[in-house]
Structures are given as structure tokens and as C-alpha cells.
T-cell receptor, first 111, second 116 residues
């Protein structure tokens, strides 16, 4: 009930392509869904977040798509660049409190 | 944006000694701070949650006598690993949330602890 399932575990995308990472949850009480980007040896950095009252949020090349009925949300990275190569984590929480984390996706952008 | 710092960024200590890691919110008041542990190629594992002026709440399986957490002010929380052993070697990360941060969690850069 508290899990957040993230896929794929790893992803290789050509430069300029679209990277898509998916997450699914069970607990309908979750009301905050952030995505974090983590580079090796660094702490996670908040990338973009969404609340369930909207179906999509875009910030630059990053877009979250949210499907409340399917209990799924995804991160789309448009025009992927080598600098986007990192590990991405989705998460979910109730009122932005304790985060429940996905397992992470290692993204590699090939030049 | 909201900035969280950690000190030290890396530390090597001998088995049996204690190590203190500091977590500071630099430009906002952190009403709640979280401490995580991360093993290589794994997700973050929440260790404990601390509210300013209160005792920390530890997750199941985390030894509170081994991992001492103090949240004495709205900008500082400390994690002390007592009597460290090689199995305590890990990447420790703090995060903070508060009114100015719009209740979003902002993470520190992490501390790499190696116990020899």
C-alpha cells in the first residue's frame, strides 16, 4: 500500500531523444509527487513536483504527466542531453511529509 | 531556492569511535529534518524524522542509541554515529522542510562515512 514502483531500472537514450520514466502507487491518500535527480556522490535535487489536482506540469524540458485514475505518474525529459545522465527517483507523500521513494532509474544519454 | 548544507562531506574514522554529521538549512527555517542512508545503487532509506525541539522518531530497525539525532534549532540538526563499525559505512543524507520551503523537502549534498 505504501510502495511506489518505478520503472525502468535503467534507460539509455540518444542525445536529443525523449526519456520517459514511470511510477505507480497504490495509496490514494498520496497528494504530492516529486521527482528528484541525483548525480554520483551528491544528494538528490528536487527537479519537479506535482499535486493530484492537475494532470500535467511542465518546467523547461521536464514534464510530469499524472493519471489519477490509473495511479501512475511519469517524468518526460525532452531533448535529452548528456548532462541529464543521472539517477532519477520518483516519490510520493501525504502533505509533503514523509517521502515514499521509488527504486530509482539510472539514465544514460548517449552523445 | 532553499539550500541545505552538510558537514563534513566525507569522513574516515576508526572502528569504535563516534562521528558527528551536521545538517544546516541556510536560508529557511526547517521545522522538520529527515536523515537518510543510501547504499550504492540503491534508493534512499529513511532513518529518522526530527522536529525542532522534539525527540526524533526513528524508523523500524534503526538503533536510536547508535544513531543519535539532535534538532536543537530551526536551522541545525546533527546525526552522531556512536561506536561506529565498518557496516556503518554509507552515504548519509539529510533533508529539511519548513514554511518558507513550501513544505517541499530539500536535500543536503550528503556525507560519505567510511569506518576502518
Amino acid at each position: 500500500q505504501q510502495q511506489v514502483k518505478q520503472s525502468p531500472q535503467s534507460l539509455i537514450v540518444q542525445k536529443g531523444g525523449i526519456s520517459i520514466i514511470n511510477c505507480a502507487y497504490e495509496n490514494t491518500a498520496f497528494d504530492y509527487f516529486p521527482w528528484y535527480q541525483q548525480f554520483p556522490g551528491k544528494g538528490p535535487a528536487l527537479l519537479i513536483a506535482i499535486r493530484p489536482d492537475v494532470s500535467e506540469k511542465k518546467e523547461g524540458r521536464f514534464t510530469i504527466s499524472f493519471n489519477k485514475s490509473a495511479k501512475q505518474f511519469s517524468l518526460h525529459i525532452m531533448d535529452s542531453q548528456p548532462g541529464d545522465s543521472a539517477t532519477y527517483f520518483c516519490a510520493a507523500s501525504i502533505q509533503s511529509y514523509q517521502l515514499i521513494w521509488g527504486a530509482g532509474t539510472k539514465l544514460i544519454i548517449k552523445p | 531556492g532553499a539550500v541545505v548544507s552538510q558537514h563534513p562531506s566525507w569522513v574516515i574514522c576508526k572502528s569504535g569511535t563516534s562521528v558527528k554529521i551536521e545538517c544546516r538549512s541556510l536560508d529557511f527555517q526547517a521545522t522538520t529534518m529527515f536523515w537518510y542512508r543510501q547504499f550504492p545503487k540503491q534508493s534512499l532509506m529513511l532513518m529518522a524524522t526530527s522536529n525542532e525541539g522534539s525527540k526524533a522518531t526513528y524508523e523500524q530497525g534503526v538503533e536510536k542509541d547508535k544513531f543519535l539525532i539532535n534538532h536543537a534549532s530551526l536551522t541545525l540538526s546533527t546525526l552522531t554515529v556512536t561506536s561506529a563499525h565498518p557496516e556503518d559505512s554509507s552515504f548519509y543524507i539529510c533533508s529539511a522542510t519548513g514554511l518558507r520551503a513550501s513544505y517541499e523537502q530539500y536535500f543536503g549534498p550528503g556525507t560519505r562515512l567510511t569506518v576502518t
